[in-house]
């Protein structure tokens, strides 16, 4: 299949979409905004993609937790659906809010097998008790998600108030074990943050910035690709502009690679 079909969840909000229906259209994906109650109206409509998307926002206003109502709201009239979807060979991507609805609702971690539905591990308040909002290094961990193919460091931004990653102490050994360990925060010089400000933006257990499912099929990350799609979107970009002259503002950006694996998945 040359062009997945990608449908990318808006509504009540989610408020990151546009950007990241760009990204995935840029890198070959035939992407489609579709509001969430238009989703419950007509779920089987999932059927037609080969990608969902929880894009990043504020859904629900964060009013009962970060991701918590719309987790809800997905899990009382979608979950069959969802589980169809998932069961087959599809991916599943969750952008900051969209990661926190993806944790809530139990699609990350999963459980054994493919058996989901559990919140086993949480997104809770930044440790600094802020909003934070800056660009962060990240270093891929030893998983075998789809979307970090290939990738061994990444340079994102964050942009959120509840970011820290929790988990059980039995929970955080299962996922190491079972390789669900994506992305961690890391330091300028791509050494461990452990668990120091700034490095590490909110105080995350063991720096763990993005969890996939054991399968390496559902993805979900704090950090924002689709806010480093072009290089041109990095702080830096003045700089890089003077140094390298010949360099346009469609040059690839670091976020890339993530909508661009998830694409190449199913050429």
């Known amino acids: 299949m040359a062009q997945p079909a990608v449908l990318l969840l808006t509504g009540y909000g989610i408020n990151c979409e546009e950007e990241t229906a760009y990204a995935f259209q840029a890198c070959g994906a035939k992407p489609k905004i579709v509001h969430v109650n238009d989703l419950i109206a007509a779920p089987n409509q999932l059927n ?3 990608i969902f998307v929880v894009p990043g926002g ?55 097998g493919n058996s989901f539905g559990e919140r086993r591990v949480a997104l809770i308040a930044n440790s600094s008790a802020r909003y934070e909002c800056r660009w962060v290094n990240l270093a891929a961990a030893d998983s075998n998600t789809v979307f970090l193919q290939g990738v061994d460091s990444l340079y994102l931004p964050v942009a959120h108030g509840e970011g820290r990653f929790f988990a059980p102490p039995e929970t955080l050994a299962e996922l ?48 924002h690709p ?14 890089d502009s003077a140094l390298n002259p010949g360099v346009d503002g469609q040059k690839n950006g670091p976020g890339r690679i993530i909508f661009a694996n998830a694409v190449d998945y199913f050429s």
Not at 177 to 185: E, G, H, N, V
Request: proline share 6%.
């Open 48 to 50: 037609d993609y080969q």
């Open 58 to 112: 504020f859904s629900y206003g964060d009013d009962t937790g970060s991701g918590n109502a719309l987790a809800n709201k997905m899990r009382h009239a979608l979950w069959p659906e969802l589980m169809e979807f998932v069961a087959a060979d599809h991916l599943v991507l969750g952008i900051c809010n969209g990661f926190q609805v993806l944790v809530n609702l139990g699609l990350l971690p999963g459980g054994d």
């Open 176 to 223: 190491k074990q079972r390789r669900q360990i994506a992305l961690r925060y890391v330091d300028s010089e791509n050494q461990s943050a452990a668990g120091e400000f700034p490095a590490n933006p909110n105080g995350s257990l063991d720096d763990i910035a993005g969890l996939s499912a054991a399968d390496g099929r559902i993805f979900g990350l704090m950090p």
């Open 226 to 239: 689709e806010r480093a799609f072009r290089l041109h979107h990095l702080p830096s970009w003045p700089e």
